[in-house]
């Protein structure tokens, strides 16, 4: 079946670190790939997203890659603020039967240190 | 646009209660999605509507959860009688379109616990 792989939590950084998150998908056909935050308190946002191969997603210096032949879509980001602590999900967009369905991984918890 | 919009916000309720959640989707999404989220199972989807019409309720625990949409602007999710183990942050969320590699756009959440 269509599955996430998040890397556990929690990950603890300093300000300006490098950040990677890992994602890995289990999918048939040709889904899209997502990443959501989610700060204390709130409900989930998306961060950015690809819909085909080699896409690249990208927003507030955020950065994922959608990668077919190792089937994982990681999220990245050069420097990381106190203010990116937050949970953070991949997911994975696709029909089942008449469905369209978001399948989500299990988060990961960031926080970053001052 | 206001967002989706879900009340309350938080609900604490004794066991064997009713408890009703309420959920406006953004005017025009014809996509509605009831998620679960709690430390132990993570984001859990419970069921989905399209076009008001309920498409896939295989995540619903059990048959004291029900979900019902009327029209296009309102969903609610009840649950009769409570437990304990329902205690949840309980998400809506609306897509505009019936396209996988379109977004969900979620709700703040209602924080319910169970006692």
């Known amino acids: 079946g269509n599955s996430v792989t998040q890397m556990e939590g929690p990950v603890t950084l300093s300000e300006e670190a490098f950040l990677t998150i890992n994602c890995t998908y289990t999918?048939?056909?040709?889904?899209?790939l997502f990443w959501y935050v989610q700060y204390p308190g709130e409900g989930l946002q998306l961060l950015l997203k690809?819909?085909?191969?080699?896409d690249k997603g990208s927003n507030k210096g955020f950065e994922a890659t959608y990668r077919k032949e190792t089937t994982s879509f990681h999220l990245e980001k050069g420097s990381v603020q106190v203010s990116d602590s937050a949970v953070y999900f991949c997911?994975?967009?696709?029909?089942?039967?008449?469905?369209?369905?978001?399948?989500f991984g299990s988060g990961t918890q960031l926080t970053v240190l001052p | 646009d206001a967002g989706v919009i879900q009340s309350p916000r938080h609900e604490v309720t004794e066991m064997g209660q009713e408890v009703t959640l309420r959920c406006k989707p953004i005017?025009?999404?014809?996509?509605l999605f009831w998620y679960r989220q709690t430390m132990m199972r993570g984001l859990e989807l419970l069921i989905y509507?399209?076009?008001?019409?309920?498409?896939?309720d295989s995540g619903m625990p059990e048959d004291r959860f029900s979900a019902k949409m009327p029209n296009a602007s309102f969903s609610t999710l009840k649950i009769q009688p409570s437990e304990p183990r329902d205690s949840a942050v309980y998400f809506c969320?609306?897509?505009?379109?019936?396209?996988?590699?379109?977004?969900?756009?979620f709700g703040q959440g209602t924080r319910l616990t169970v006692v």
């Open positions: 969320a609306s897509s505009p379109i019936l396209l996988a590699n379109t977004e969900a756009f």
């Open positions: 999918a048939t056909g040709y889904p899209s």
């Open positions: 690809a819909t085909k191969a080699d």
């Open positions: 997911a994975l967009g696709f029909f089942s039967g008449s469905a369209r369905q978001l399948t």
């Open positions: 005017s025009g999404h014809n996509s």
């Open positions: 509507f399209n076009n008001n019409v309920p498409i896939d």
